[in-house]
């Protein structure tokens, strides 16, 4: 399966490419205070391995994480997509902004794209995402789509984690 492309009133969203390493190297410069729970700076070695795993993510899942670039100027505001590591027990939708972007609902818009493709093109029976307890933008932006908690669960991290399930956005508005 291709990739797709998916977009939204202001935003395009397109699976990672190699020719993305800069957009992943300016995210993962910012430094940790500004970005919430990911360390920074990481290596460029791990930042390329980073990109490099995502990519392989489509063709071993046949979904990943999506870039998200403004309509309007082409910039690079941040990601958002499906992930499911080796080694996680779930799936779950993610999602990371630039400091820029935030505040913006960004991260609403993409996140709503990409549940509905989850739902509608993939046939999920359910679209969850997990956080941990300090990170309160992401449980803000799981109520905003309507999330609901479904479970609390110790991941291979060893962090306990709220689960929430997130509906089909058309359920979510009616």
């Known amino acids: ?20 390493l800069a957009a992943y190297q300016a995210f993962y410069a910012i430094p ?29 899942n046949g979904f990943g994480m999506f870039l998200l670039h403004r309509k309007d100027t082409g910039a690079f505001v941040g990601g958002t997509g499906l992930a499911h590591p080796a080694d996680w027990p779930r799936h779950e939708l993610t999602w990371w902004l630039m400091p820029e972007a935030r505040g913006t609902g960004f991260a609403t818009e993409a996140s709503r794209a990409v549940i509905a493709w989850a739902y509608d093109t993939l046939g999920w029976s359910v679209v969850e995402t997990h956080m941990r307890d300090e990170n309160g933008p992401a449980r803000r932006l799981a109520e905003r789509l309507g ?21 089909h956005p058309r359920k979510a508005a009616a």
């Open 1 to 20: 399966m291709t990739p797709p492309i998916l977009d939204t009133d202001r935003l395009r969203l397109e699976p990672p490419e190699a020719r993305h």
């Open 32 to 60: 940790s205070d500004q970005k919430g729970s990911y360390r920074a700076p990481r290596p460029a070695e791990e930042v390329e391995g980073m990109l490099t795993r995502d990519i392989a993510e489509w063709d071993r």
């Open 147 to 167: 999330g609901t908690r479904i479970a609390r669960e110790t991941f291979p991290d060893g962090v306990t984690r709220d689960v929430f399930a997130l509906p």
